[in-house]
Every structure is written in structure tokens, then in C-alpha cells.
């Protein structure tokens, strides 16, 4: 991660297409593209990568989990459990469409705690989000019981995790829908984009009329299709799609490069006998997007993180502190600070956070250190950095 290190003429040349026939728009306009399809040629090299029947792009991550979502029929006044730690546009994602969100602990994975996930539900839960972070993943199978047992949809976050696998599947392909992003920091980019996969072909098809005002796309006059339901406005355009493309046939070069730097920064820093890496549940593969591990304690972690700042290590994060990925900061959540009015429902879901116990979660994250795995280092950097990364963490210890 992420993508945009390595931009080279594979991305421009795809690009160049788009902008030589003019069409930006992935629908319609047959007659003057040309053959260009940059949009559906996407959604297909995504259904080989991701072992997946289906695959309906849209305009961002965070549109993918409400077109999810709202796919799979979850709307206002239902719960979607979620975890502690993550990227604010889970909930977002979620009130969007009037559901409820529900945080709930996380574990040494740094996701979903399974068991949290079954004191959390209620008569009104509809759904669980795992959110699959920072390169690896939750206890699938765990958490895929409880779904089971309680007959709740699991969609699968996997925007930080393009290319880790849990017992061979990719990740993104193992819930009921799964959901990328393809925002400029990840692993591939079009810039702005996102993706939602799944093998039930009644969810995508609502995915693919959702994300465009409903229409229902038969036949080739787009004035004449019909609204079996309503919609929004999710495409994701010609250009971005097409950056897209020349990224997802990279992907493979650029796992291999983030497995390769990973390994040569784990391999170093496993000599600290104080320090312990993530716990990576049994047939899990991580992807390597970030190496995550735990310090003794909360104080030892800030400690390192600042240390490292200082001594030029960048892209390591410890999220105890957070504004964006941690429900400590998420002060405008709590408060419930919202443009417009927010359902009753929601505003009381919001309010019990402020008094809602963490200690579980503030044990991995406060002691957590996560570092951005790059592809544009040199081997000869990555080794540099592993050799200070180590002597900074047995300074601080
Ligand atoms: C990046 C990200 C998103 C949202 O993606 P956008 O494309 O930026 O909207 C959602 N969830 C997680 C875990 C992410 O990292």
C-alpha cells in the first residue's frame, strides 16, 4: 500500500483510451466509445481476483458498504454491529441508510471479537460488519457462526486487506457481500472508487440499480428503463475505472513487493522478545498492506510512536489517540453532531457510546503499533529501517 507509489505508463495509457473517445460515463453512449468499457472490464479482472460471481464498482469504499448494505435489504431502525476500531465511514455507512450502529470489542486480531459480537445482539440486529484491518482479519469462522446462529447478514470490510486470504478465500469473498475501496491511499487506486462483491446474484443485481438512481438497466436507451425501486447515485466514472484497471492487473507485483518488505521488517523485529506481532486467526494470510504489533503497555507503545516520529520512521501508527479509527476520539459521533436530524433511535444509539466500556478494546489498541507496509522502498531501505526500527523499540523498552 499503496497503489500510487509505482504509477507508471500502464495506468496513463488506460487513461489515454478514456479521454481519446470521450466517453467518461460507464453506461451508454455505445456508438462512440469504441470498444471502451473500462468500468465492466474492471468489475471483471475483480471477479477473478476475488474468486467472486459478482462485482458492482461504485464511487468509493464507503458508498460499497451502504450500497451493501442497503443490497441486502438493511435500513432504518435495523442494527448493524461494527467494531470499536475501524474507519469512520462504517458507521457513516450505516446511517446513512437510518440503521443503527453498534460498536462492539475487538481482539488480538485488532477486528470483530466474535463473542462481543454475541452479547451485542438484540431482536433488532440485521447484520454484523467485520472490518477486516490494517492487512489481516477476524476469527472468520467464529464470527460466521454466530451469523449463522442468529440468522444475520456478515459483510465483509475489506478496504485495508486487498489480497489476504482466510482458509484460501479471498478476503471480501467470504461474508454475504463484501466491500473495497480504491481511494488513493490504497492498495489499488482510481483515484476515488470502490467495489462491492458477492455471489448472490439478487444482491447484486440491487447493487447495480441502487448505485445508479434504480434504473434497471435493460436494453440500450437509458431514457427508456424503468425504476423497480428507488436509488442513488453511486457510479464510479470511465476515468477512474480505467486507472483502476491498470492497477488490479499490478496487484499480484504489488503483493509480492509488500510481502517481501514485511517480511524482512518482521524477521528483525522478532528478535525483541518484549514485543508481540498481531494475532493472525489459523488459515488466515495476511496481505501485508501494514505490519501490526503489540508493546507491553499503553505508555511503552506512545512511548515508541514518538520515538520513531522522531528518528524519521513514518507511516507507524499507534491509534489509542486516533481521530480517524478509534471510537476514543470519535467525539463527533458521541455527541452525535449532525447537519440534520438524526432518528431518535440512532440519537440514543449514539449517546450510549459515551458510557460504553472499551477497557477490551483500549488493551489492543492502546499497546498496538501499525506500520504502513510501502512498495516504493529499496531493499537496502526496508533493511535500514528494520535495524532502526529495533534499536528505537529496545531504547524505549
Ligand atoms: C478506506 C476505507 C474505507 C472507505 O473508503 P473510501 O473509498 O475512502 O470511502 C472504508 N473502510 C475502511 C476500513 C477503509 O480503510
Known amino acids: 500500500m499503496p497503489g500510487f507509489e509505482l504509477f507508471s ?15 467518461l460515463m460507464r453506461y451508454g453512449f455505445d456508438g462512440m466509445r469504441k470498444g471502451h468499457w473500462k468500468a465492466k472490464e474492471l468489475e471483471s479482472e475483480l471477479c477473478t481476483a476475488f474468486k467472486t460471481n459478482h462485482v458492482q464498482l461504485v464511487s468509493s469504499g464507503t458508498a460499497a458498504v451502504s450500497v451493501a448494505l442497503a443490497s441486502a435489504g ?22 446513512m441508510l437510518g ?26 440486529t440485521k447484520a454484523v460488519m467485520v472490518v477486516q484491518m490494517c492487512g489481516s482479519m477476524g476469527d472468520m469462522d467464529a ?31 467470504i461474508g454475504d457481500l463484501g466491500c473495497f475501496s480504491f481511494d488513493f491511499v490504497k492498495t489499488i487506486t482510481c483515484g476515488e472508487g470502490g467495489a462491492v462483491i458477492t ?25 427508456a428503463e424503468t425504476h423497480p425501486f428507488l436509488g442513488y447515485n ?46 493472525v486467526p489459523e488459515g488466515g494470510v495476511e496481505s501485508c498492506a501494514f505490519l501490526n504489533f503489540f508493546l507491553p503497555d499503553t505508555e511503552t ?14 507511516a507507524c501508527w499507534n491509534y489509542y489517540n486516533n481521530n480517524w479509527h478509534y471510537i476514543r476520539k470519535w467525539h463527533h459521533l458521541k455527541d452525535a453532531k449532525s447537519l440534520y436530524p438524526l432518528s431518535y433511535e440512532i440519537k440514543a444509539a449514539l449517546e450510549k457510546l459515551k458510557t460504553q466500556d472499551f477497557s477490551q478494546s483500549d488493551h489492543y489498541i492502546g499497546r498496538n503499533i ?12 526496508v533493511k535500514e529501517r528494520a535495524e532502526k526500527m529495533k534499536s528505537i523499540i529496545e531504547t524505549v523498552i
Not at 438493511?74 to 446511517?95: K, L, N, Q, R, Y
Not at 453498534?102 to 433488532?124: G, H, P
Not at 507503545?301 to 513514518?314: C, M, R, T
Open 74 to 95: 438493511v435500513g432504518a431502525g435495523d442494527e448493524v454491529i461494527m467494531p470499536s476500531f475501524t474507519f469512520v465511514a462504517s458507521f457513516e455507512a450505516i446511517m
Open 370 to 381: 501499525s506500520c504502513l507496509i510501502k512498495l516504493s522502498w529499496t531493499e537496502a531501505e
Open 143 to 173: 464470527i460466521q457462526a454466530v451469523c449463522n446462529k442468529h440468522n444475520l447478514l456478515l459483510i465483509e470490510d475489506a478496504c485495508q486487506a486487498i489480497g489476504g486470504t482466510y482458509k484460501n478465500k479471498p478476503l471480501g469473498s
Open 301 to 314: 507503545a506512545l512511548k515508541v510512536s514518538k520515538a520513531f516520529g522522531e528518528n524519521g520512521i513514518d
Open 199 to 223: 455471489n448472490n446474484e439478487q444482491y447484486y443485481i440491487n447493487a447495480d440499480h441502487y448505485s445508479d438512481h434504480g434504473h434497471d438497466h435493460i436494453g440500450s436507451d437509458r431514457g
Open 9 to 23: 505508463d500502464a495506468e496513463r495509457n488506460e487513461v489515454n483510451d478514456v479521454l481519446d473517445n470521450g466517453v
Open 234 to 279: 453511486f457510479r464510479i466514472s470511465e476515468l477512474h475505472a480505467a486507472v483502476g484497471l491498470a492497477q488490479v492487473r499490478r496487484l499480484p507485483e504489488f503483493l509480492d513487493i509488500q510481502k517481501k518488505h514485511f517480511e524482512i521488517l518482521r524477521q528483525e523485529l522478532s528478535k525483541i522478545s518484549e514485543m508481540e506481532f498481531r494475532s
Open 99 to 124: 440503521a443503527i450502529p453498534v460498536l462492539v470489542d475487538i481482539d488480538d486480531t485488532l477486528c470483530l471479537d466474535s463473542k462481543a459480537v454475541e452479547r451485542a445482539i438484540t431482536e433488532k
